[in-house]
C-alpha cells in the first residue's frame, strides 16, 4: 500500500485496491441489514472505484477484496466539572497530548476549543492523519462538482493506510488473508518479500469481526 501518491488530505488508497467497510446500514426490502462498503476492489472496474459509487453487503461477509481502514471519531461526554467535552474512544488509538508520550493507552478528554494534531502514530505503528470538520460536495464526476451536501460537523482521524495484514496480525495473532502466506492465494503472493506482504491490505474480515 501507499505506492501512490496520497490525495489532499494525505489519505492513501481511498480507491481500487480493496473495498472499505464503513458504518452505515442499510436495511433490504426483507428488512434485513447491509453494510456499506465503498472505495472499490482490484476485481471491479474503474467506475465502481470512484468515491460515490456504494456497495455493499451483510455484515457477516468476507471477500478477499474487502478490508476496511480505522477511523476515530469524538464521543460526547461529561466532564468532572459538568462541562461539555468530547472523548477519543480508541483503546490505545489515541494522540499523545502535552506531558504524554507517543503511545499513551488512556482516554484522551478534549475540551471544545483544543485542535487535534494534525497526524499521530499509535502504540503498532497504525498512521492517522486529521479529516477537518467542513461541507463536503458529494457526487461530483470529472470536473463537476457533486450536489449533495454532507456536513462533517468536528475534526476526527482516519487511517493513512488501510489495515495492513501484519498490524491486524498484532491485534488478533491471526493471519486471515487469501493472499497470504498461509491463505489460498498463497501461490500469488509466492514472489512478493515478507516485508512488502506485511503491507497488503488485511482481507477476508467482516465488518463484524
Not at 98 to 108: A, D, F, L, M, R
Not at 152 to 174: H, M, N, P, R, S
Request: aromatic residues 8%.
Amino acid at each position: 500500500m501507499g505506492s501512490y501518491e496520497p490525495n489532499v488530505l494525505g489519505l492513501h488508497d481511498m480507491h481500487g485496491n480493496v473495498w472499505e467497510w464503513c458504518n452505515d446500514e442499510v436495511k433490504n426490502a426483507e428488512g434485513g441489514s447491509f453494510r456499506v462498503t465503498r472505495g472499490g476492489g482490484w476485481g471491479r472496474v474503474a467506475a465502481d472505484c470512484g468515491a460515490a459509487y456504494r456497495g455493499g453487503g451483510p455484515p457477516g461477509d468476507r471477500s478477499s477484496n474487502l478490508g476496511f481502514r480505522v477511523a476515530l471519531v469524538p464521543v460526547a461526554t461529561a466532564a468532572s466539572d459538568g462541562k461539555n467535552t468530547e472523548r477519543m474512544n480508541a483503546g490505545d488509538s489515541v494522540p499523545p497530548r502535552s506531558g504524554e508520550g507517543p503511545n499513551n493507552t488512556s482516554p484522551v478528554v478534549i475540551s471544545p476549543n483544543d485542535s487535534l494534531p494534525a497526524t499521530f502514530k499509535n502504540s503498532i505503528g497504525m498512521e492517522f492523519v486529521k479529516v477537518p470538520k467542513g461541507t463536503a460536495w458529494l457526487g461530483g464526476v470529472g470536473s463537476h462538482p457533486g450536489t449533495t451536501k454532507g456536513d462533517i460537523e468536528e475534526d476526527f482521524y482516519l487511517g493513512k493506510y488501510e489495515v495492513t495484514q501484519e498490524e491486524w496480525e498484532a491485534v488478533t495473532g491471526l493471519t486471515p488473508s487469501y493472499f497470504s502466506r498461509t491463505g489460498p492465494g498463497a501461490n500469488a503472493v509466492k514472489d512478493i518479500s515478507d516485508e512488502d506482504l506485511k503491507r497488503f491490505p488485511v482481507e477476508i474480515v467482516s465488518w463484524e469481526h
